[in-house]
């Protein structure tokens, strides 16, 4: 019989036409609900519910917590990142960084001329790198005076550099500058005399005064008894600058001569010692982090907003006005600290005295610092392209090989800066030289690149590294006797590297404070999002499978609903007559009903 059929198919009558009193069947399903305004499966329903909306507030928590965390963060960087206080660490770092325990090292190596006379007549320069030289560099900052509001800071600095007195190991690598050291101090070098030759470029074209100097020239460098085109001097002499004395006769008569348009130097240095006097001009940077650029520079050494320096590019239309205006621009920080709570990506911009410009920096890669997160920015190769790659560094004089600065228009000679062993630069800068290489490592981008390293939440930078090069541009000048079979070439002279590492103690309290945090954030984060997927995993499972127990269900009733429709309808199709019955007694079978037909 269909009736019978369902009940062997199923194996057991399903609970749902078995309702109990109260409890829970054997399916965990509510068997004192049948029948009731609760429906079947309705705790099962409850228990799916509560298990999608648990795993959606871990989820939505989880995302949040990152937000959360970061404004709690910030909130308390803000409070601290201020220069308006002169009590706080941020303001002592910044003022004095040598006292706060944060020296900065300033490491020369210097290229030897190995062979004068050759390279006089016309040979190649063969060069021996010598070094390392080390000076610990103290920027103490004073005079301090703010703005009405405390927005910005204005002051005055006074940079001095010690030469250390660590002797180095025999045989320590000259680009060894992890090493504190220092080789003899009292060793001379043989370079190129900067002042002269770039006296000499001046003279062109040739007039009757400029011929007038190029007699004297003629008639005097000749004379061993003088320092002229090649200089034998100590390495202070060549990176500090010296007192000339064949400039200084020169200098001299031709102060006797009025109306002069040639103005000689007797002092040139590549790097200006302001160790003897204080800077006579007023910096100013902004006060507060919470403000936004925080530690950018607003004047620097007496120059508001910009920098005289840089006009290589054609003002004749506006394009080139503004690109001028853009090279001149003071933007950035002296590469102490950054604004706080910057994104990864961000450009940073660092201005450097040493080159009278501002620096692009670039995210490079991240890493873990004596347990602290930081992202490295590392100088742009843009900043050294050629008007041919980049069209706005015509402000730079970029006219010639990509790859260099130009610094004639700031140091008064015919220096080119540029990365260390011409790195990211045209290779036509290496030739002409001879033994010019780093080594057998060759050039690496960590070993010789600039870059800050930065914790992304404070704004501190951890690791700081500058290196440039500089090099000197050497034509062949037809007039000066001595100078006529001199090699083209760019001579290169030094390597300036400059560092600084955060002490133990700024990294131990970043790690406490910052670290901490972001790392509890970070577990709170990737557990909430996870706890809050399998959760919704777990509850959608769970509601297929009842939804596909209750669509079954629900076709087994239907069947039974539909059996029982035959059953009513066509009794004689759903069981059989009872035999026990006499014929025609006019009773239905399976009833107790009188048929009203009878037979």
């Given at each position: 019989m269909p009736g019978g059929s369902r009940t062997a198919l199923w194996g057991k009558t399903h609970p749902i036409h078995s309702p109990s009193k109260g409890g829970l069947n054997a399916d965990g399903d509510d068997a004192g609900a049948r029948g009731t305004c609760l429906g079947p499966f309705f705790w099962r329903k409850v228990a799916i519910?509560?298990?999608?909306?648990?795993?959606?507030?871990?989820?939505?928590?989880?995302?949040?917590?990152?937000?959360?965390?970061?404004?709690?963060?910030?909130?308390?960087?803000?409070?601290?990142?201020r220069l308006d206080d002169p009590s706080s660490d941020v303001f002592k770092m910044w003022a004095d960084p040598t006292s706060y325990g944060n020296p900065i090292y300033m490491q020369i190596a210097v290229w030897d001329l190995q062979n004068e006379a050759e390279f006089l007549k016309g040979a190649n320069p063969d060069l021996k790198l010598v070094g390392p030289f080390t000076f610990t560099e103290r920027r103490l900052k004073h005079s301090f005076h703010y703005t009405d509001d405390k927005s910005v800071v204005w002051y005055k600095e006074n940079s001095t550099f010690h030469l250390v007195d660590t002797v180095c190991p025999a045989g320590?690598?000259?680009?060894n500058f992890t090493l504190k050291c220092?080789?003899?101090?009292?060793?001379?070098?043989?370079?190129i005399n900067i002042p002269l030759l770039t006296t000499i470029s001046l003279l062109e074209p040739v007039g009757k005064f400029e011929q007038n100097i190029i007699d004297y020239l003629n008639s005097t460098i000749g004379d061993p008894s003088e320092e002229t085109i090649i200089i034998h001097r100590s390495v202070s002499d060549v990176v500090f600058g010296y007192y000339d004395q064949f400039l200084g006769e020169l200098e001299g008569d031709l102060k006797k001569i009025n109306n002069t348009n040639?103005?000689?130097?007797?002092?040139?240095?590549?790097?200006?010692?302001?160790?003897?006097?204080?800077a006579l001009n007023y910096s100013a940077i902004y006060a507060k982090s919470s403000e936004g650029n925080f530690g950018s520079y607003v004047a620097w050494e007496g120059y508001n907003e910009s920098v005289p320096f840089w006009t290589g590019c054609s003002e004749l239309d506006n394009t080139g006005r503004l690109w001028n205006l853009n090279a001149n621009y003071l933007k950035g920080t002296e590469g102490l600290f950054v604004q706080p709570g910057f994104k990864k990506g961000t450009t940073q911009y660092m201005f450097t005295g040493d080159l009278g410009r501002s620096g692009t920096l670039v995210y490079d890669s991240s890493y873990t610092f004596n347990g602290v997160d930081v992202d490295r920015y590392a100088i742009s190769t843009d900043d050294f392209m050629n008007v041919e790659e980049r069209p706005s560094n015509c402000a730079y004089s970029g006219f010639g090989m990509t790859g260099s600065l130009n610094m004639s228009t700031f140091v008064g000679a015919d220096v080119f800066s540029t990365k260390p062993f011409f790195l990211d630069a045209d290779a036509r800068y290496a030739e002409n030289l001879t033994n010019f290489s780093p080594g057998p490592g060759g050039v690496t981008r960590a070993q010789f690149d600039t870059y800050l390293d930065i914790e992304p939440y404070s704004g501190q930078v951890l690791v700081a590294q500058k290196q440039i090069q500089s090099s000197l541009r050497i034509r062949p000048a037809k007039h000066v006797a001595s100078a006529t079979k001199l090699p083209y070439t760019y001579f290169p002279i030094m390597i300036n590297a400059e560092s600084a590492i955060a002490p133990s103690n700024v990294t131990d309290q970043l790690s406490q404070s910052v670290g901490v945090a972001v790392e509890a954030a970070g577990y709170y984060f990737y557990g909430g999002i996870a706890l809050g997927c399998v959760l919704i995993v777990m509850s959608l499972v769970l509601g297929f499978r009842l939804y596909a127990k209750m669509h079954s269900l629900e076709e087994a009733e239907y069947d039974e609903f539909v059996d029982s429709r035959i059953d009513d309808r066509s009794p004689l199709l759903a069981q059989s007559p009872d035999r026990s019955q006499p014929s025609g007694?006019?009773?239905?079978?399976?009833?107790?009903?009188?048929?009203?037909?009878?037979?």
């Open positions: 519910a509560f298990t999608s909306v648990l795993g959606l507030l871990f989820l939505v928590s989880g995302i949040l917590s990152a937000k959360i965390v970061d404004s709690f963060i910030m909130e308390q960087v803000y409070s601290q990142a320590t690598d000259p680009l220092t080789i003899s101090p009292d060793i001379k070098i043989h370079s040639v103005t000689i130097v007797p002092n040139f240095s590549l790097l200006a010692n302001l160790s003897l006097s204080d007694s006019g009773y239905l079978p399976g009833t107790n009903r009188t048929s009203n037909y009878g037979v």
